[in-house]
């Protein structure tokens, strides 16, 4: 068996959920993960025995290329404020900014991979006036930038691979590292934003519970209505790309199913979408946010004979939290 | 006397760092410094104020929903929307999973792995603790995670995704289940009864519930003490004198967990000299006179933000205050306001590792017997939410328990939108700097006297007081 790959997982400006969330991989689960990738974790800050000194030499020999790293993972977006001083985030023990520590590491690494949203483009940690001044690695929001720039490689020569969304789905890590471990991860595995193709080549429609009642503009109105979330409850599952309701969160769900829109958390800048999140902005009656691929002419052409076309089973349960009307095979009415 | 620098400290949540002032073998005075600030409060304000159920769970990605619920709860507040008996019920169970869930992560996979570490080599327990608890190789990991990620699959069907749902909504919940789904999560429920009672206690949750005294206890422990795994902890506290450890002489607070239209599940109050009392909401305050803020000390529902890093401070965790006086919470003092006798006992002398941790265990056993009973109480057919109606003007205060103890969010809304949003987490509390009176905080007050081995520069004893708290340092200062 050829060496292991080491791997080293920093956070900064994060809330640590993309870890929480990685702890439930399920078949593969995380540790059978780890053994078929062959890594070896040098530190995770959850989940590793060392503490304090131990764990600073570690990470201190890293950063000086003392130690070699195969991939490192950043939780958490770039902390710069204030001021550009970094104060925001000190790395805990060594009265520096955290950013430059994190620099220093992917300096060395042969792979760097941004955990989520805020360590991809700044995410939540971004929101409102930003006055922490977070970015991602190699994105400020859409711009690219960040604090390692756009024309970082890492040491095997990829970008910095951007596994998008608040949080991950721990499907969308441990497929990453699988790949990557196999040898299998090429540029052309990722997207226009260098996240994982395996993921973001669906939009989060594709496979929604609720597509008949898109495709009648069938309409949820309130909370928890059974009906389509896009034309007043600011879904955005048909410009969203990740493959939520494809690939089941906690053995079954995913926010469709939970009732309530998709945000597109995979997206930068999906932390200010200019507004309410639970509202679909409209002009004219007509939803802003359509399908970014489709003539708008069209979709409204076609939303209106859907409409005029809507079965009385799809009008009458969009509205409603469970169904009045079920389908029904008229066979065996004898008719 | 010399000073001890222990960062990064790990296998808490989030970023840590603590001060140690030693002199000879013991620790004199302890600073804790919560180094990272992101700003929530202030990313709130001219939001929508239903925008508060997005931002509010990303705080933590651990305590998700517990920052959910007291969203939910401030958007309640100031909208005078009520829930339905159903809604209650679906909240609580999904609450329910996050912290039972937390419990147990902090115990297999933060606190345990300590006792691995080669400092205890000379312990008759050591080889075996190695085997099963040495962090993410121990054969503890491997049975827990997969019993984890099954008890989740609830959060799957009721939650939709943990963590940062946007299930749980003012009025309720917005996923209404069936009577099949039901039935489905009473097996996903027993699944996880049986983990319970096969690894982690090698006894129903019924006799751990009932267990009255640490005698009682160790007396439950010692047959147990190499099938189970709470067992395994019992007696290597007794052996290792924990119940003597992390020592806390302090009022504890709880807000009171699982609410429904009667009250909730653990009751709301106080309690200190080993007697209940009431809980004065009015009388908290936050003070940051050795923080980097500046501003005076405030109720939370008239507190403001203002990060200041030429301010004379140590840390960015504000120092919030109950009365004037440090408080400290968890599932300990849950348990003591809410009097149960082996928690009452278990803290005779004071608050201690062994009392924090042997809580949060009960608590498994408490509430896992309680979701059982929450799961059989919802009507598939009447409503799971009030439709909620947004606040246009006004204030409310949502109060709630996550694992890790009190969680509070003060919102002030005006015309749709938030004027002024405030949170106080239950590390907050626990792990808060000095106050303008140089009173110390929980944390700081229980380092005080900790013995350090020779030689030692990551005091053992410290690495237990620290995560005995199941510090959550995202939340601290969000």
């Known amino acids: ?335 | 006397m010399s000073r001890l620098i222990v960062g990064p400290f790990n296998r808490v949540e989030g970023d840590l760092e603590v001060q140690l002032d030693v002199s000879g073998d013991a620790v004199v005075g302890a600073r804790v410094v919560s180094p990272l600030y992101r700003g929530f409060e202030a990313m709130l304000v001219g939001k929508p104020a239903g925008d508060a159920l997005v931002y509010a769970p990303r705080i933590c990605g651990i305590c998700s929903v517990s920052q959910s619920v007291a969203a939910a709860g401030a958007l309640q507040g100031a909208s005078g929307v009520v829930a339905p008996v159903n809604g209650h019920l679906a909240v609580n169970l999904v609450h329910a999973v996050e912290n039972i869930a937390d419990h147990l992560t902090h115990f297999y996979l933060f606190f345990m792995p300590d006792f691995a570490r080669a400092v205890y080599a000379g312990e008759g327990w050591y080889a075996a603790t190695v085997e099963r608890f040495t962090a993410l190789k121990g054969s503890a990991s491997a049975d827990f995670l997969p019993a984890r990620t099954g008890f989740m699959a609830l959060m799957g069907i009721l939650a939709g995704k943990w963590p940062h749902t946007l299930a749980i909504q003012p009025g309720g919940s917005t996923r209404a289940v069936s009577r099949a789904e039901i039935a489905r999560m009473g097996g996903m429920l027993q699944g996880f009864r049986r983990f319970l009672e096969r690894v982690t206690f090698a006894d129903t949750l019924e006799n751990v519930a009932a267990l009255a005294s640490r005698d009682a206890l160790l007396a439950w422990a010692e047959p147990r003490a190499t099938t189970g795994d709470f067992a395994r902890f019992v007696m290597l506290s007794q052996g290792l004198g924990l119940n003597q450890l992390g020592r806390t002489h302090i009022r504890h607070m709880s807000f009171g967990a699982y609410h429904d239209s009667d009250g909730h599940l653990f009751a709301r109050g106080t309690f200190a000299d080993g007697a209940p009392g009431p809980l004065p909401l009015n009388r908290i305050a936050e003070d940051v006179a050795h923080a980097w803020y500046q501003g005076a000390p405030a109720h939370p529902a008239a507190g403001q933000t203002r990060p200041d890093v030429s301010a004379d401070g140590y840390s960015w965790c504000k120092a919030p205050r109950l009365d004037g006086q440090v408080a400290e919470v968890g599932a300990l003092s849950r348990q003591l306001v809410a009097g149960h006798a082996l928690a009452l006992d278990c803290a005779r002398g004071g608050a201690n590792v062994e009392a924090r941790v042997a809580a949060r265990m009960l608590e498994v056993a408490l509430v896992v017997s309680e979701m059982e009973r929450w799961l059989a109480a919802i009507d598939p057919a009447a409503p799971f939410i009030t439709h909620p109606i947004d606040p246009a003007d006004g204030a409310g205060a949502g109060l709630t328990e996550a694992a890790r103890g009190s969680l509070g969010h003060w919102l002030q809304a005006d015309q749709g939108r938030i004027a002024n949003y405030q949170i106080i987490a239950p590390t907050t509390w626990n792990f808060s700097p000095r106050d303008a009176a140089g009173v110390p905080g929980p944390l700081e007050q229980a380092l005080q006297g900790a013995p350090i081995r020779t030689g030692e520069t990551e005091p053992v004893a410290v690495q237990h007081i620290v995560r005995s708290f199941d510090p959550c340092m995202v939340c601290t200062v969000h």
């Not at chain 1, 639970?278 to 002419?297: E, F, N, Q, R, W």
């Open chain 1, 1 to 335: 068996m050829s060496a292991p790959l080491s791997l080293v997982w920093l956070q900064s400006g994060g809330c640590g959920g993309c870890t929480l969330s990685l702890l439930g991989a399920d078949a593969p689960d995380l540790l059978a993960t780890l053994a078929a990738a062959n890594v070896d974790v040098l530190w995770h800050p959850s989940l590793s025995e060392a503490s304090g000194a131990e764990a600073r030499t570690l990470l201190a020999d890293i950063a000086g290329g003392r130690r070699k790293v195969d991939i490192v993972c950043l939780e958490g977006s770039v902390i710069n404020g204030p001021a550009g001083s970094g104060r925001f985030h000190m790395a805990a023990g060594t009265g520096e900014p955290m950013r430059d520590l994190v620099a220093a590491i992917c300096a060395r690494a042969g792979v760097v991979i941004a955990v989520g949203s805020c360590a991809a483009f700044g995410g939540i940690t971004a929101g409102g006036d930003n006055h922490v001044e977070a970015t991602g690695l190699s994105y400020d929001g859409t711009a690219p930038g960040g604090l390692l720039g756009p024309d970082f490689r890492g040491q095997g020569g990829l970008p910095v691979v951007n596994i998008a969304g608040c949080p991950i789905h721990p499907g969308w890590f441990t497929d990453t590292l699988l790949q990557y471990a196999a040898g299998a991860l090429t540029r052309e595995d990722l997207d226009e934003w260098e996240r994982p193709l395996a993921y973001t080549a669906h939009l989060v429609h594709h496979g929604c519970a609720r597509n008949e009642f898109y495709e009648f503009k069938a309409s949820a109105e309130t909370p928890g209505d059974m009906g389509c979330m896009m034309e007043n409850l600011g879904c955005k599952g048909t410009q969203a790309r990740a493959d939520c309701n494809i690939r089941a969160w906690n053995g079954s769900g995913s926010c469709l199913d939970g009732n309530y829109a998709c945000i597109n958390c995979t997206a930068p800048g999906f932390e200010e979408p200019g507004h309410a999140f639970a509202v679909t902005p409209k002009v004219g009656g007509i939803p802003i946010g359509l399908p970014t691929d489709m003539p708008k002419a069209w979709f409204v052409a076609l939303a209106s004979l859907s409409k005029a076309a809507t079965p009385k089973r799809l009008r009458e349960n969009a509205t409603r939290a469970t169904p009045s009307v079920l389908p029904h095979d008229k066979r065996r009415d004898g008719k």
